[in-house]
């Protein structure tokens, strides 16, 4: 099993749409959770931390369920900018060094 | 206020040549760590380092590659006799501390062997 799995997609959402992204992760002592968002050929950018109350940045909502260790992006009101790949990352803790643990990601194709 | 700052962008090799990928950190940033992207793949880590030290080295392959992050200049991912298997997109991150939240990738170089 993946240490950290997302739906590939991709997704294709006319503008306006919601649409929601899972991630699931298998190391239950994993303690720092991300959504990065890649753009084509770019560099990952970080969209969101995940906290374990929930967290709304505009029309991004970030929820982390640490007992099915499973987490969500929503995004509401779909532009044509948000089409991107959604990377989940969580740390994985190996003694005193902590790391990301990055999924394949999950293509989001916004069209007008 | 620079960012993570990655040269070349693109670099071509022909097989069996060497590939050396620059990095310098953002300013304040004492943590370097080197990613892969192999197309239509994820990001797999490679190696993490602070200064004159290599900290995690578990995702570098065994042969060929290496890393360093020098007291002075900017962090060196080497590869020797590359191979086509190795063109791929080499993102480097860095961070002020072992904060991960702090993490901020460059632009990335992009390895082709011909």
């Known amino acids: 099993r993946k240490e950290v799995e997302q739906d590939p997609g991709p997704f294709n959402v006319p503008e306006g749409a919601t649409v929601a992204f899972n991630c699931t992760y298998s190391?239950?002592?994993?303690?720092?959770f991300f959504w990065y968002r890649q753009d084509c050929r770019k560099e990952p950018k970080l969209l969101m931390s995940v906290y374990s109350s929930g967290n709304e940045d505009g029309r991004f909502t970030a929820q982390l369920n640490r007992a099915s260790q499973y987490i969500s992006l929503l995004i509401r009101d779909s532009k044509l900018s948000d089409s991107a790949t959604y990377l989940c990352?969580?740390?994985?803790?190996?003694?005193?060094?902590?790391?990301?643990?990055w999924g394949l990601g999950t293509s989001l194709a916004v069209n007008p | 206020n620079a960012g993570v700052m990655q040269n070349p962008r693109h670099l071509v090799r022909r097989r069996g040549q060497e590939a050396r990928l620059r990095c310098s950190p953002m300013k304040g940033h004492s943590h370097v760590y080197w990613y892969r992207q192999l197309p239509e793949e994820g990001l797999k880590f490679m190696v993490y380092l602070q200064k004159e030290n290599i900290i995690d080295e578990s995702g570098m392959p065994k042969e060929r590659f290496s890393a360093e992050f020098p007291k002075e200049g900017p962090s060196i991912l080497r590869i020797q006799q590359v191979v086509r298997g190795d063109s791929a997109a080499y993102f480097c991150?860095?961070?002020?501390?072992?904060?991960?939240?702090?993490?901020?990738f460059g632009s990335g170089t992009r390895l082709t062997v011909v």
């Open positions: 190391n239950s002592a994993s303690q720092s």
């Open positions: 990352v969580v740390t994985s803790n190996a003694g005193n060094n902590r790391k990301l643990i």
């Open positions: 991150a860095s961070s002020p501390s072992t904060d991960l939240y702090g993490y901020t």
